[in-house]
């Protein structure tokens, strides 16, 4: 009787984190944290997170990012159970990582799934800040991989949108090593000639970019998103000389040809369809 009662906490959480943000009646009042103009809350929420007035792009729910893209009704979770543990028995990990699960609905940092675009099955994951800010455990960088060798195996094209704070310092060089991991099974799966799209969001940073969010065929990226490996106070303190204005940024990034385009949210769904398309991976008929 207990594990139905678990089972049924487990989908309420799950619900939950499907929202991607907690509930609020949709005649509150919001105020833009880039410009400060107010709005209703509701106009928030259709205008899919995005400041209705500047732009701005808020910070999302895995889920949530995964529903703006896939076609409904496809979506399916890989390895949704595999979670981290506390494998140097860091001091408190344990239970912050509890209370992580608790707030998120989620196991770990990341959802990987299978789900369809416009009809055309790929493999796709999203990092979520909410979780440890989306931090590199070791079980995010295994869901990670298996999900690089799911679309490898499949011949999927891969989707991964990236969200982090870089590695989770309580697994130490467990953290670390999952930079070498992820890379080694992209290079894999890019010598089968597999298609990798990356998309980086508000925040990309530390070993998360300086691994698989950087190796895509096609990297992409949310207006005003921060990428980059260290912050820019510490950039600045080893070099000793000011840095340029908005580094870091992706129009920065953009203009220096570390991105190929920097695409809205209410417009990624429809990029991504096109250039599934234009890579020849187009089709309801492949991939099933």
Known sequence: MSNVFAQRRQKLLSLKAL??????????????????????????????????????????????????????????ELDANLSSNDPLSFPGYAAKLEGARRRTGM??????????????????????????????????GEKVTRLVEYAEKYKLPLILFSASGGARMQEGILSLMQMAKTSAALERFSRKGGLYISVLTHPTTGGVTASFASLGDIMLAEPGALIGFAGPRVIEQTIGEKLPEGFQSAEYLLEHGFLDAIVPRAQLRDTLIQLLKLHGKGGSDRGK
């Open 19 to 76: 929202r991607g943000s907690s509930p609020a009646p949709a005649h509150t009042e919001e105020t833009c944290p880039a410009c400060g103009g107010t709005f209703r809350r509701k106009d928030l929420v259709t205008a899919r997170y995005v400041c209705p007035l500047c732009g701005h792009h808020y910070p999302v729910g895995a889920y949530y990012r995964l529903s703006l893209v896939l076609d409904k009704g496809t979506f399916r």
């Open 107 to 140: 196991n770990e940092g990341v959802v990987a799934a299978t789900g369809r675009i416009n009809g055309q099955k790929v493999a796709i994951g999203a990092l979520d800040s909410r979780f440890f800010m989306g931090s590199m455990s070791a079980a995010l």
